[in-house]
Each structure stands twice: as C-alpha cells, then as structure tokens.
C-alpha cells in the first residue's frame, strides 16, 4: 500500500489528486499540507485520517491538532520532515512557487518518488533536482503527455517537442490589456486553476515555465521546444521524429488524468474520467502563439537559455507580479514589465547551490517590490 504525502493539499491539484486517490484503495494518505484554507483541510484531515498535517497558522494548526489528535505543523521547514518520513513512498509537490523547490529535494535525497506538479521547483532549480531524475513523474498535462510519448523511443530519434497552449482567456482579445481585470483574467476557459497558475495561463507564463521545464525533464535545447496554440486543450503534447512525422498524446481536459499516471506510473489503471469521445470532438485547431500580445513567453525563453540566475529573478518577479496584480496593485500588462525589469539585473552563478538560489530569490523578489513601488 503506497503511503502519499500531499503538499499544497488544498489547492486545485490537491484536492484533485485526492479524487483520484478516493479510487485507488491501495493507496493511503500518510500526510497532507495546507497553506491557509483551515476548513478545507479539516474536511480532508476527517475524511483520509493522515497520520500527521500541515498548515501556515499557527493557531489553526494547534486547533487541528487538538481536534483530530494528531502532530499538525505550522513552521514550513517541516514540511521536510513531513516528506521525509519512513514510511512515506509518494510525494505530491502541488504547492505554488518557489517555496516547492527544498520539499521536493529533500524528498528525492530520502529516496522518494515525487510526482510534481510544481514547475518552479524545475525552473530554479532543475539541475539540482534532475540529479534524482529516475524518481520523478511529472503531473502538468503536458509533461506527462510528454513523458508517455518518450516512453520506449530513443532520445535521438526525436527531433523536437511541441507544447500546446489553449491561449487563456485573451487569445483572441481585442481591448486593452493594461485595463483588463483581475475577473477577466481568472477566467480560464478550458481548465479549472487556483490564481496564481490561472493568471500565468493568461499571461503564457505558465507555458515559459514548462519550457524550461521540458528543457529539464527531457534534456532538449531550448531550440528543440515549440509552443502551439491549440484552443481545444484535446492534444497536450507532441514529438516530432527526426523523419518529420509527429506523434500526439490526447486526453480528455482533466488533470485527473496526468495526476492518476504519476501516482500508478508505469502502470495504466481505469480512470473515472469520462474517455475522450472523438465523434463528439468533431475538430481540434492550432496556431502560432502571438509574441506580441504574450510577451512573457519570450522572456521565458530568454532566461532559460542564459541560465544561472535568470530563470530564478524571472520566476521570483514573476510571483510577485502576479500577487500585485491579484491584489489590485498594478495592471495586467505591467506584469511581464516588472520581469523583464527584474531579469535584465541579474546574470552569473551558473549552477547556483541552493543556498545562492534562495538568495537570488530573496534579492530579486525585493527588487520586484521596489520596482512597483516605483510603479505606484
């Protein structure tokens, strides 16, 4: 029986990874970590029973503790002790940011298997984290349908990877985007996300960052590594073989699908997502992506291939951008401004340890702040 500890539990892959656990009864929840939302986690601490939890506030996390008789942290360093438990064999590294990268290396180091769900932990820290590269299954829909496309086929057969990208919800706008709102730019028009992931969807940030994670994941140039517009959502990822022909993998939109792969990965089990119906598809669609209307995609690719410290300033000012503009503190169309502003400052430390990326980090995210405090 596969012990699972889920970190970011709360959150859209969270509780989604426990619908697809809710239908394998082979696996238990060993632990489950939350970041503020106290009630969601009291329903899903009562109804999987972890062995130990986790919550940012502290008052909440000694109210559980009390309430369901077990160990309930607050302080995110134990988040490394949650993933590093003996008996636990599956962690789930679904938390949002930067803050994914130490979990998920001290549960590779234990020897773990990690389905990850959390591109930045690959964004700023992929050649760290690639060293365990046999004990990671990707989640995002697109890296997992890379993954099955890989399987079984030689490295030097393939000559390029092909991401898709819905678009978000601006594909076709034709307003302002520095006057759209922060309802308009939630408003995923294919899949189901928490904020943060949602507004990068809107922005193609979130497709920069799975470049640079396919970079990671499967040791492709940047230059081998194309982005689509693919509205539907249907195709998630192609290879193109060196002979030109191209292989996709396609699935129904639910990211039920990626997550069950990664938790019974090598095996294939019956999901309880509703197949893929082809006569009902009727046609799939595709296009190139609009460099001018997302420029963030450019700036992902930029900091990918310079390397070092730019893909960590990227993701940091990026983070703090996106929570500005949740917050209602700049525009939509500042936020790839505030990146660019942010990368273009730092360069060097080409395989940074990880002390250096979390003082990278630390420095761009301050200069972020300062940069849209200059903003007003």
């Known amino acids: 029986m596969p012990n699972v500890v889920i970190l970011g539990s709360t959150g859209s892959i969270g509780t989604q990874t426990l619908d697809v656990i809710r239908t394998l009864p082979d696996f238990k929840v060993l632990g489950l970590a939350a970041g503020s939302n106290h009630e969601l986690l009291r329903k899903q601490l009562a109804e999987f029973r972890p062995e130990f939890a986790s919550i940012l506030q ?65 964004v700023i820290g992929g050649h760290l984290v690639m060293e365990y590269r046999e004990q990671i299954v990707p989640i995002d829909s697109e890296h997992s349908a890379l993954w099955q496309l890989f399987s079984g086929r030689r490295r030097e057969d393939i000559a390029e990877i092909i991401l898709t990208a819905s678009g978000g919800p601006f594909r076709e706008y034709a307003g302002d985007l520095s006057r759209v709102t922060v309802e308009q730019a939630l408003a995923h028009p294919r899949w189901n996300m928490g904020g943060k992931i949602s507004i990068d969807s809107a922005t193609m940030m979130n497709k920069g960052l799975e470049v640079i994670e396919a970079h990671w994941l499967f040791d492709f ?29 396609l699935g129904t939109t639910d990211m039920r699908l990626p997550i069950q792969y990664a938790l019974t990965h090598p095996t294939i089990q019956t ?63 500042q936020i790839p401004e505030v990146v660019r502003t942010v990368m273009e400052e730092f360069t060097g430390k080409s395989l940074p340890a990880l002390e250096e990326i979390i003082a990278i980090d630390s420095a761009a995210r301050a200069r972020a702040k300062a940069c849209m405090g200059q903003r007003g």
């Open 221 to 249: 140039p940047y230059e081998a590594i194309h982005v689509v517009v693919h509205p539907e959502s249907i195709v998630h990822s192609l290879i193109r073989q060196k002979d030109g022909s191209l292989l996709a993998q």
């Open 58 to 122: 502290p008052e909440q996390a000694q109210a559980l503790a009390q309430e369901f008789s077990l160990p309930v942290y607050s302080d995110p360093e134990a988040l490394e002790e949650m993933v590093t438990h003996p008996r636990c064999d599956v962690v789930v590294v679904a938390v949002v940011g930067a803050a994914g990268l130490k979990p998920a290396l001290a549960a590779l180091k234990a020897g773990k298997r990690v389905a990850l769900a959390n591109k930045e932990t690959l």
């Open 271 to 333: 999901s309880p997502v509703e197949p893929l119906n082809l006569e009902v598809l009727g046609q799939l669609s595709f296009s190139a992506v609009d460099h001018e209307r997302f420029p963030s995609l450019a700036l992902a690719y930029e900091a990918g291939q310079a390397g070092g410290a730019k893909p960590i300033a990227l993701n940091a000012a990026n983070e703090e951008a996106v929570r500005a503009f949740l917050e209602g503190k700049i525009s939509f169309a």
